[in-house]
């Protein structure tokens, strides 16, 4: 088989459905092989969008997602989403085309050491530099992808290696692999701290949603009383619909969540990344206890010495504790009778029950009350808040919102209520702009029946526009709102803060509508608070083309994304 035609046998056999890219020379011998295999190619304008759609895919679907570039610029230009999806932990894999193998060592056309330029960003990459490790390499690739945590991969294939001939089959990949439980003493040992808290606290990070233990954890909150909050990157794993549930943390001073977690005596952190929001905002005075629970082992890092590390499956670790709180029968707060609506046969009215604090009460109507209060404000530029809950009513709660970064996204981690896990995506840890349009490609292509919309800056917007073409041509429905202020807006708010003025951040839009609709999509310039909803409305109903909607927004606020204390 010609070495081209391996690989793509060898991304087949890994289950690969799209790959997202743009194709230079040096990749033709692949693209031929593409054209002959189920894979579906998805052409993208820009090599940096084909990396974010591999991102979301990779979110989504917990499985490797695939992009594509070129030598050279091409590999250039997917750096930035490479990096995005392995600081965020999303598994991807690159594949970069490259020269032929006798121009490698000197100075030639477009030839750069592209594996070179990937290594800070990616957990392995490699070059290949012969036909029969193929099946070998891929393989390899995926399963340090998708082992946790995960990330992105690189591969190269230079022009010759890709013509060459090779015998060798594709290595199948296992059907199921083993998950690690954990120890029966460290659980005694948790559960032992968790009896002896006064003010326990669940963090909930990304890990969550890679682990799938959205249940798991759901169950315990419920059974043992124990308030919990999420990072940005794992909106939905809980509820926030459940009372004792904090909702989203991630705010450097200024958060709402963060005044209930400086109060815990006991940090239950369940698949943290400390990426996305470091301890030392909660932990400065080193006066917590801490139990990490996760598939991978904690950070080094001061202000986050866990007194208990459990590495195991997440799911398994808190059916392990639950059981053990079960069998001690120990009674150690007011008992509660509580609902027994899950699977396993626990009897919960034999768990320790935690009253919620008061303090955690007033916080959890706090956050409520900053969420609802523009509600019915018609006042226009719209209010943020007011932006994201009428989204919130326009949406069923499995459909899907990305944000990009910028101010809007504190807005939207703060205050988009979201319900399942992976309904509302943040980017994170890396926090790249532009992230948010290519991102609805891959979800709407991987979620057909989700409504998918986007909640971008102008700034961010037009970063990756040229995408909508690709959204037009493969006919998805996403909708793309705007937040306008003709500002990079977080930015600005920052230099305010610091420097008393802001410095090089405004700019002027072009015409979102008629730039909408020169691609073919449509377009709106909401110019009153009243009709958000009724455009929204119409949006929802298109089924083959993109929309999108501008709209001024009211940032006079902004500066409670910094030092809030939300009276305001
Ligand atoms: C690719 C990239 N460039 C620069 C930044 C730094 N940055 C973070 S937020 C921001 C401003 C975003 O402006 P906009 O998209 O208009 O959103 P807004 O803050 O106004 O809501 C910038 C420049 C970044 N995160 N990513």
Redesign the pocket.
Known sequence: MKASDLFIRCLESEGVEYIFGLPGEETNDLMFSVLNSQIKFILVRHEQGAAFMADVYGRLTQKVGVCLSTLGPGATNLI?GVANANMDRSPILAITGQTDSSLRHKESHQNMDVVSMFKPITKWRWSIHNADVIPEIVRRAFKISIGEKAGAVHLELPEDVAKEKSYIKPIKKPRRTSKSRPHNDLIKNVVKMILSAKMPMILIGNGCIRGNASSYIRKFVERTGISSMNTFMAKGVISDKSERHLQTIGIKDADHALIALKEADLVISIGYDLVEYSPKNWNGNLDKKIIHIDSAPAEVETYYPPNIEIVADIGYTINAILLELTEKKIKVKKEKKISNNSNNNLDSTDMPYFEMPDLFMKVKKQITERIEKFKDDFGYPIKPTKLVIDVRNALDENDIVIS????????IAKTYETFNPNTCLITNG?????FALPGAIAAQLVRPNQKVVVM????????NVQELETAVRLQLPIIVII???????????KQIHEFGKSAF?RFTNPDFVTLAQSFGAIGYYVKTTEEFPKILKKAKESTSVPVIIAID?D?SK?QILLNDDFSD
């Open positions: 930035t990009d970064v910028g101010a809007h996204k504190l807005w890396f926090c790249s702009m532009g971008c800056g102008d700034g961010g917007f037009l970063m937040w306008c202020d003709s500002d990079f807006g977080m930015i600005s708010l951040t927004v940032y902004n």
